[in-house]
């Protein structure tokens, strides 16, 4: 079995729902059983950590111990998923420190592919920074998520996805305000709420709204590793 790949979540521009994103892809770990790592770029905010306190690492990359606390345990072959969320404040310092240090490369030796998640905040400067992204790091396999929750385009959505040039994209649904105000409460497991009974209290119509949305993004990410299995290619989101 292959190692499972790094997966970082990213955007230069804030307001895209990355954290969201993230959050999801944790839960879809949770949920099937598999061990993962959470690293959190963003040292002033712990809605992570929250979410997540037992595998979350919050890294200030600002400071020499936290680009070690970061980098030296993203390219340890051990089989375990690592999830990095790089906030826009520290987009560009992220990818400048893993140029320079050679990150990709390493982690490339040590049979880890890494993916990443790029966030868009619905314009064409979000699909420019993508492929200039790729461009610099040819190593990487980009992909364009759009979180339909804070970027709302509509019916240019597809218009938009296909400005990135890339070979597959994430959608994230939008999800009705009643049932966002509940997965908000940084002690509601997304990953529980899909496994066992939902609350006693929780609203019937906010239960399927939310097992759907839950559904509609989990089956994403499992296409996305069928996809992977049959090019022949590492899986997206480890085995």
């Not at 906030?87 to 490339?108: K, N």
Request: proline share 5%.
């Amino acid at each position: 079995m292959p190692d499972a790949p790094i997966l970082i979540v990213c955007s230069p521009h804030a307001r895209t729902g990355a954290s969201t994103v993230t959050r999801l892809l944790c839960d879809y770990m949770m949920y099937e059983g598999r061990a993962f790592a959470l690293f959190d770029t963003d040292a002033h905010s712990r809605v992570l950590g929250g979410w997540f306190p037992a595998s979350c690492t919050i890294a200030d990359l600002a400071t020499t111990r936290g680009q070690i606390a970061l980098f030296d345990e993203l390219v340890r072959p051990d089989g375990a998923m690592r999830i990095v969320e790089v906030s826009s404040q520290m987009y560009t310092r992220f990818f400048t420190q893993a140029r320079d240090i050679g990150l990709f490369d390493e982690a490339a030796r040590n049979g880890l592919e890494t993916i990443v998640l790029f966030v868009s905040n619905g314009t064409d400067v979000a699909a420019h920074a993508a492929k200039a992204l790729q461009a610099a790091f040819r190593e990487l396999d980009v992909i364009p998520v759009v979180n339909q929750g804070p970027v709302r385009l509509g019916k240019d959505i597809h218009d938009h996805v296909e400005a990135f040039e890339a070979r597959h994209s994430f959608l994230i649904p939008h999800l009705e305000a009643s049932a966002r105000e509940i997965i908000e409460n940084p002690r509601f497991s997304l990953s529980r709420f899909l496994a066992s009974e939902p609350p006693e209290n929780m609203s019937l119509v906010v239960r399927a709204d939310l097992r759907t949305w839950l559904k509609r993004v989990f089956t994403q990410f499992h296409a996305h590793e069928v996809r992977k299995a049959f090019d022949g290619s590492r899986y997206l989101l480890g085995a």
